[in-house]
């Protein structure tokens, strides 16, 4: 199982972003997958998780009204859009994938069993 990521890159304060993440085999009917992120200096921080089976999702209270995750079942893809980015968000971000995790877990990244490598988010004030 491999996950595939895509979309950073550098970006002013205010603006928006969207990253993508492909998963090469969903093995699992109830397979969530979503995003962390990573800031220099600081520990790995969940953003948000959706499930590809019934699109439920959870966000972090830290990016609630700016960021929208969405996915596409058939192509076993999820995207994050990321408006009215601030500097605070810059990081990397890992794309997660788990296809037997719990909702109440959802927020733990130990939690996950696949990550994809990263792709770094630079917001410029």
């Known amino acids: 199982v491999q996950l595939q990521a895509s979309g950073g890159g550098p970006v002013q304060a205010g603006g928006s972003l969207r990253l993508s993440c492909a998963l090469s085999?969903?093995?699992?009917?109830?397979?969530?997958m979503g995003w962390f992120r990573q800031a220099p200096g600081k520990e790995r921080e969940f953003v948000a998780t959706?499930?590809?089976?019934?699109?439920?999702?959870l966000y972090a209270d830290s990016v609630k009204g700016r960021f929208t995750i969405s996915r596409d079942s058939a192509k076993n893809t999820v995207y994050l859009q990321m408006n009215s980015l601030k500097p605070e968000d810059t990081a990397i971000y890992y794309c997660v994938a788990d296809g037997t995790i719990i909702r109440s877990s959802w927020s733990i990244a130990a939690q996950y069993d696949y990550w994809g490598k990263g792709t770094l988010v630079t917001v410029s004030s």
């Open positions: 085999e969903r093995t699992f009917r109830r397979t969530v």
């Open positions: 959706i499930s590809l089976s019934d699109g439920n999702l």
